[in-house]
Structure formats: C-alpha cells, structure tokens
C-alpha cells in the first residue's frame, strides 16, 4: 500500500516514514511511504496514493488537505500523537489499516 | 492543567482552522517561504565580504586584501537577491493568490510585479563618471523594506483579477486556441485597471504608497523587537505546542514579513559597514538562541534523556538525539509527550521565555553580534548561531550556554516523570511475570 504523509517542511514525517515501513516489514506488509511538506502536498497526492496522513502538529489545516484528498480520491487522516514518534510505529500502521479498511 | 490545555484548543484552534485556509494570509506565507533560498545563498555573500577573521589578517595576508579591494563586486549577488527580496515574494504572493482564486498562477505573479513596480516612480541619474544612467529606481525600496508595499500591491492586482471574472468582464477567444494565449488575454482587461488605478495614486496624485507604509510598519517593526515582543511570541509558539500544534508554522506565517524586515535591515547596515545593527530579533534569534533543538528548546531535554532509568525514556532519547541535533522535535513532542503532559509544560513554555531574556539582554548590550544572516533551520544550533552573527565565537559560546541551561531547566520535572515511568516499567514486568 501506498502512503502519503504531510507535515509542515517534510522532515519530521521523513522520520515517521521510516518507522511506518519498519513496522510494515515486522507484519510482512509491502508499504511505500514518502513524507511531503504542507505546500507540495496537492502536487504530490495525484500520483496514485491510497491513503493521506496528516501530521497531528498541522491539524488545523487539515480541513485544507481533506479537500484536496477528496478530489483526488484519497483517504485522508489526522495522525494520532501516540503514532507520531519513532517508537510509535505500532500505532500508526493500526491507524493506517483502519483508514483503508483492512 | 486539563482545563489550561482545553483553554489552548478552545481559544486558539477556531481562528486557525480559519487561517490555515484564509488565501491572503497562506499567500503571504507562500510568498516568504518561497524567498528563503534566495536569502540564505545572499546572505553568505556577507559573510565572504565581511569574513570572521582577526583585523591583522585582514591586513597582512592577499587573500582577505583582495577581499577588502573588491568588497562592491563580491556583494553583487547580495544586493541582487537579498537586496531584492520584496520584488521576488511580490510575484510569489500574487502566483499564491491567484491559484487560490483558480485564476491563473503566471498571470497573477506578472500582474502583482507591475502593480509593485508601479508604486515607484523612477528617476534620470547619472553615475560617478558623469554619464547618464538613464531611468532608475532605488534598490532600497525592492528589499525588506518594500515588503508590505509588495503585499499590498499583490492583493490589489489579483483582487482586480478576481472582480473581472466574477462580473464575466473578460475576452473569450474562440475555441480552438491555445489555452495559454487565451489566459493572456483574459489577463489583458485587469491589467489595464491596475495600470490605471496605479498612474493615479503615485504618478497622478504623487501619493507616496512606500512612505505610508514605512510610517505605520516602523513602530509595528520597533514594538515586535523589544523583549516584551519577543517573550509574547515565543510564549504563543510554545503554549500551541503544549497543545501539540506548529507554533512557529502558525505565529510565523504573520511575524514572517516582520522578521525578514529586520533582517534585510540589519544586512543593509552591516554592508554599509555599521558597528551596531539596528535589530535583535529577526527569525534567526529564535533559531540559534532559543529552539535549540527544535521549539522548547529541547535539545539539552533529550541528552538528559539519554541516563534515564526508564527505558522508554532512554530509548526514546537515543531515537531522538539526532533528530534534535538537526532542531526536529516532534518525536519528543508527541513520543515523550509534551504534548498534554503536566510534567512538562511548566519547563517548556517558561525556559525559552528565561532564554529570550537572557540572549536578549546579552544582545542589547553588545557582548554577542545580533543575527543578519540566513542558514538553514536544520543545521546544529552552534554552527548555526556562529553563522547568523558573522561568524562571533562569543555566539558559540551563548548558544552553548542556552542549551546546558534549559537542560538544567527540565532536569528536575524530567527526574520526576523518569521515576514515574520506571515505576511504571517496574510493575509491568512484575505482572508479566505473574501471567507466566
């Protein structure tokens, strides 16, 4: 599956991409990830995304991202903080399953 | 502290739900991020003409001599990027806008640049040898301290841009021709109001839109840089933090123009050659000085997470301390948390108020050189305030100060959370144990 995260610059969610394709592996899940910043965002979510995840630190744009996801097609939510940490990757990948309705 | 965290959400979190979508504001917020590269790469062109080195070399060894000989040519690229700032966000401010009203991008940026470029009148000059330079227009008024002016004249043309195709007022071409032809058409009626509009205000009434402004954005400027404007900030970036929102990301996106105010002044006059630069607090006081390691200034937080006895707590720590090094604080924010933790909110919002005063004072007394220039917000925080101030070891050292300080400052709340986590830890073992 393919996950599109978005945080203010893009670097805080790199980090969160690394721990949500680590966790993916423990799981057997094949996940492609990439972290974007606030401003690339509607360029980035037409390239064939599953689902959209938005850092907890920007929620309050998050009524932004979900009408750019919905026009493109795209599932989106808001991180929940636990998730949001190396150590969180547990919680993130459950978060990401029940987005997509696995 | 529940209802201190539900005060933050319910105050704050309305307006800017509201913001983070307002057009103007995510405009001018466009507008400044866009100008960052541009300032960052002039910005070091300072630093090469004004290099950090002792006076008797400057005297005695060519290199620093060529330097000093050729000091005009080497601060051309400065002049023309940072120098310029306001004319490069003018044309990102208006791409920004206009996009937002789903006008055409190019068509707004080129517009919102003539509708700048009109809000001066140039002049006939003449050079130092005598010949004439033909019609000029002062830089001056291209740099920070055209900024508002800039923004001014964005909204204005894409506004009328707006208005013309609201009202239908526009040249439809047929069908068949290239879509870029036909949106430089549509372009065509607006641009002959704003040319219109701005002939009159500045060249037909002599109405002198950058006076204005200098007039009521000076004490705007002068009242953000004092210490009471500075704690104000900082305690309104780390409260929506403690709420776990982007603090600078929010307060930013309005002080953004401020600061880069201030810091185009204080590389004006350091390339004029002033002793003293007129500003303390442009973004890369906050940057170097205070969110050491990311916003709280966590970085001496997460090396004192590193003996702690809880596990998580430690292994947190080694996962983070990288991270913090390159200021990237969300995976304590959200891992340890802070975010709605009553153990830290005390530390967090008020060490970085204690790490203001103190830079702050240090700075107005002249003991540390104040920030002029741009480095990236990912390099360690040493290197980062050594560069900002023209290469000022004394910097290195404040910033070094700052960062055992606010260690110091969340040692003891960071004690107490450790011993309860360990306990924690402690019991969950033990009734694992039982389990087996």
Known sequence: ?102 | MDKFYAFIENVFMKPMTKMAEQRHLKAVRDGMVSTIPLTIVGSFFLIIAFPPVPQGWKESMALFIWIQNNIGDILIPFRLSMGMVAVYATYNIGHSLAKGYKLDGVSGGTLSLLAFFMSMIPSVATGSDGASLGYVVPVSKLGGAGLFVGILTAFIAVETMKLFRDRGITIKMPEGVPESVARSFEALFPTVAVVILMWIVVVFLKFDIHNLFNAVFSPLTGLVDTPVGAVVLVLLITMLWTAGIHGVSVIGAMARPIWLEMLTANADAMQAGAENLPYITPEPFFQWFIWIGGSGGTLGLVIAMLFARSKYLKDLGRASILPAVFNINEPIIFGLPIMLNPFFTIPFILGPVLTTIITYTVMSMNLVAKPVILAPWTFPAPIGAYLTTGGDIKAVLLCLFNIAFMGAIYYPFLKAYDKKMAAQEEEEIESKGEVI
């Not at chain 1, 980090?15 to 423990?26: A, F």
């Not at chain 1, 996940?31 to 309050?60: C, M, T, Y």
Request: proline fraction near 3%.
């Open chain 1, 1 to 102: 599956m393919k996950v599109l995260l978005v945080c203010s610059g893009g670097m805080s969610s790199a980090m969160v991409v690394k721990s949500l394709i680590n966790e993916g592996k423990k799981l057997g899940l094949e996940i492609d990830s990439k972290a974007v910043g606030s401003s690339e965002f509607s360029d980035e979510i037409v390239n064939g995304w599953d689902a959209a995840l938005v850092a907890p630190q920007i929620r309050h744009k998050f009524k932004e991202f979900e009408s750019i996801s919905r026009e493109a097609g795209v599932p989106i939510d808001v991180i929940e903080a636990r998730g949001y940490s190396p150590l969180g990757g547990k919680f993130l990948i459950a978060q990401t399953k029940k987005l997509l309705g696995l």
